[in-house]
């Protein structure tokens, strides 16, 4: 769905929800000209091993979120050519994106991001990792190049 950050896809979640934004925009400029566009916006799609590890990462809520990828298809296909915007496959998803729009971001954060977190700390599947610097540790300085003095 990628309305918001999604745990261990960072990049792919915020590359998504760009795609989202841009295809929206895109329907919008081509309205007139009587093109459509159609953003699919799915949840798990079991595509690859890592996908599929992604999932289980996610814990239940991957595993209940995820479609059949052939479901998917044909329903978006279907969806392009009735000129739907926008396909969000599943009841599921669908009550979660609407959720969502309702939460602030950090809101859900603490559910797609953090407790997914803990969980895999807990499995050993990712290790800590601290971004804050600690109490007074000096931080290291990057030498600066010495002015040039110019006419």
């Given at each position: 769905?990628?309305?918001?950050?999604?745990?261990?896809?960072?990049?792919?979640?915020?590359?998504?929800?760009?795609?989202?934004?841009?295809?929206?925009?895109?329907?919008?400029?081509?309205?007139?000209?009587?093109?459509?566009?159609?953003?699919?916006?799915?949840?798990?799609?079991?595509?690859?091993?890592?996908?599929?590890?992604?999932?289980?990462?996610?814990?239940?809520m991957g595993q209940?979120?995820?479609?059949?990828?052939?479901?998917?298809?044909a329903k978006t296909?279907?969806?392009?050519?009735?000129?739907?915007?926008?396909?969000?496959?599943?009841?599921?998803?669908?009550?979660?994106?609407?959720?969502?729009?309702?939460?602030?971001?950090?809101?859900?954060?603490?559910?797609?991001?953090?407790?997914?977190?803990?969980?895999?700390?807990?499995?050993?599947?990712?290790?800590?990792?601290?971004?804050?610097?600690?109490?007074?540790?000096?931080?290291?300085?990057?030498?600066?190049?010495?002015?040039?003095?110019?006419?």
């Open positions: 769905m990628n309305y918001y950050q999604i745990f261990n896809k960072a990049t792919y979640a915020a590359s998504k929800r760009f795609l989202l934004d841009f295809s929206l925009a895109l329907l919008k400029e081509m309205r007139e000209g009587g093109a459509t566009v159609t953003v699919l916006c799915p949840t798990g799609m079991p595509t690859t091993p890592e996908c599929i590890d992604g999932i289980e990462v996610q814990g239940l209940l979120t995820t479609q059949n990828i052939g479901t998917v298809a296909l279907d969806a392009a050519l009735r000129g739907r915007a926008l396909v969000i496959p599943g009841l599921l998803n669908q009550l979660l994106q609407t959720a969502g729009s309702l939460v602030p971001p950090t809101g859900l954060a603490n559910v797609t991001m953090i407790q997914p977190i803990k969980k895999a700390r807990g499995k050993g599947l990712i290790k800590e990792v601290s971004l804050v610097a600690k109490k007074n540790q000096p931080r290291p300085r990057t030498p600066r190049p010495p002015l040039q003095q110019g006419g």
